[in-house]
């Protein structure tokens, strides 16, 4: 059985810093793009930032750009998200997601196929 579990998450205050673990188990998902997105209530699920299945290409959204850090594990099986410098408006479920087709733009969330069940991130001002 295919799964991606997420791990992390919690309550922060505003500054601080938290890291998201994924875990891939039931196939190899080391050849796999990988990525988190988040989605606030209300709100569509938006892209975080992505990760070549090499490990050597990153991508970013703005809003994250140098305060958030994806990484992959030396398995290539675990992808990480290091979170720092958070903000209430980073409040948000965390979801990661992985890439079988290994194809389309990193940060479309119709590319990804195979998704976790979220964890739960919430910034106190």
């Known amino acids: 059985q295919v799964q991606l579990v997420e791990s992390g998450g919690g309550l922060v205050q505003a500054g601080g810093s938290l890291r998201l673990t994924c875990a891939a188990s039931?196939?190899?998902?080391?050849?796999?793009?990988m990525a988190w997105f988040r989605q606030a209530p209300g709100k569509e699920r938006e892209f975080v930032a992505a990760?070549?299945?090499?490990?050597?290409?990153?991508y970013y959204a703005e809003s994250v750009k140098g305060r958030f850090t994806i990484s992959r594990g030396n398995a290539k099986n675990t992808v990480a998200l290091q979170m720092n410098s958070l903000k209430p408006e980073d409040t948000a479920v965390y979801y990661c997601a992985a890439n079988s087709k290994r194809a389309g733009h990193p940060g479309s969330v119709t590319n990804y196929d195979y998704w976790g069940q979220g964890t739960q991130v919430t910034v106190s001002s």
């Open positions: 990760i070549s299945w090499s490990g050597g290409s990153t």
């Open positions: 039931g196939r190899t998902f080391s050849n796999y793009p």
